[in-house]
Structure formats: structure tokens, C-alpha cells
């Protein structure tokens, strides 16, 4: 099916939010849940608040070593690409995040290695998003976004170059009216509703620009 991502455009924000609920079944959610606990446990990285998978290589300021796409990833990654939110370019990289009950990630920005597009599958468990704006002292919440389980959201414009992302550390989410697209939701909520977390599989898909000349998989083959 063909998804014309304007029709998922929220209005009531500056620019430019894109959220798609349901972009993946059931059974797809079910898929990549699998495939994400079978890597081997030095796949993963393992931080304060949370643990990750990298795919495609590690993005760096002097280029990107790719390395193989396991074809069952290169799947949504064309799901995402097929929508052409990176114009002429196509998705090579997925960084793979699994956040627990009470986990979540600090206010930060994307920054300068990526392809300004911030594209998002959540698996598992819905989230918080939230943005901020303004420096460290002085810091405003400006909206934040439910994002349901098998979701897609895509982040362009402001809110990759202006607005600060974080998630919250909780174990549970009281919707506020700050959070501005629980029109465009699979399911209905209210203000006030508190939705329980359970641990979370996302899946943020980007193009990096900037490669290495050197394929790391080709280096091991030939042995140089």
C-alpha cells in the first residue's frame, strides 16, 4: 500500500512532524522483536540507561566504514526509504535502542553526521517523546509526542535542527496537553491518561552522507 506521508502531518506544531501509526503489523512488530534478541550479546552496547545495536557502521566525523545490513533490517529500512524523506538518498544506517521501565535518554540533537530526518519505529511499548528549547539554564518544554507501539514518526526542520529530544526516566506516562498528536493515534486518549511502560525496541533510521571509501566487509575478506 502507497502512503502519501502529507496526509500524516500534524498541524498544530512549527515544523515538521510526520506521524504514522500502525505502519508495521502486528506480525511484523513480532518479527524484528525476534531478530532484535537473537544478536549475540557483543552485538549490543551497553549504557547507563539503556543498551543498542548499530547497523550499517559507526557513524564518525571523517566518514562511515559501512558494514553489511542484515536482509531482514534492510526490509524497513526500505519501508522508510520508500517514502522518500531523504530525497534523493536512501537509508544506511539503524541504531537499535532497548529502553526498559524507567529508562530514557538525555535532551540532546541528532547532530551534523546524519541526513537532517529523524525516521523512528517503536517496538514493544509506547514512549514519551518530548522537546525543549533554550540552553542549559534556561530551558522551555515546547510539545511532546505519544508514540504508540508499531508507529512511525518522522522528525524534519525544526525539531531535528532547532528542538532538543529527550525521553523521560519513568515507569509510566501521564498524558498532558502538551502532547499534540493524540488525534492522529491508532487508539483514542485522553489528557490525564497514565499509560504503563513496558520495555521498548526502537528502531531510528537515518542516511549518513559521509562514507569511507574502505568497506570494512571487503578489508576482512581480502585481508588488507
Not at 524484528?32 to 540507561?49: D, F, G, N, Q, R
Not at 496537553?177 to 491518561?193: F, H, R
Not at 528502531?203 to 559521509?210: A, C, F, H, W
Request: net charge negative; charged share 25%; glycine share 4%.
Amino acid at each position: 500500500m502507497s502512503i502519501n506521508i502529507d496526509d500524516y502531518k500534524l498541524q498544530n506544531v512549527p515544523n515538521t512532524i510526520y506521524y504514522i501509526p500502525n505502519f508495521i503489523t502486528e506480525e511484523e512488530e513480532n518479527h524484528i522483536l525476534k531478530k532484535v534478541y537473537e544478536a549475540p550479546k557483543p552485538k549490543w552496547t551497553c549504557l547507563k540507561s539503556r543498551r543498542l545495536q548499530d547497523y550499517g557502521g559507526i557513524p564518525r566525523r571523517n566518514g562511515m566504514i559501512t558494514e553489511p545490513i542484515p536482509e531482514w533490517l534492510q526490509f524497513y529500512m526500505d519501508k522508510v526509504s520508500d517514502l522518500n524523506v531523504f530525497q534523493s538518498v536512501r537509508a544506511n544506517h539503524v541504531l537499535i535502542n532497548e529502553y526498559e521501565p524507567g529508562q530514557g535518554i538525555m535532551a540532546h540533537f541528532d547532530g551534523m553526521l546524519f541526513f537532517p530526518v529523524i525516521t523512528t519505529i517503536s517496538c514493544g511499548s509506547h514512549t514519551v517523546l518530548e522537546f525543549i528549547e533554550g540552553s542549559d539554564g534556561n530551558r522551555q518544554p515546547v510539545c511532546n509526542l505519544l508514540l504508540e507501539r508499531r508507529s512511525l514518526v518522522i522528525l524534519t526542520n525544526d525539531f531535528y535542527k532547532k528542538y532538543m529530544h529527550l525521553i523521560d526516566e519513568r515507569d509510566s506516562d501521564v498524558l498532558d496537553e502538551n502532547c499534540i498528536n493524540l488525534d492522529k493515534c491508532a487508539d483514542k486518549y485522553e489528557v490525564g491518561t497514565e499509560l504503563k511502560r513496558q520495555t521498548r525496541i526502537s528502531l531510528t533510521i537515518r542516511n549518513v552522507p559521509k562514507l569511507c571509501k574502505v568497506n570494512l566487509f571487503d578489508m576482512l575478506m581480502t585481508g588488507k
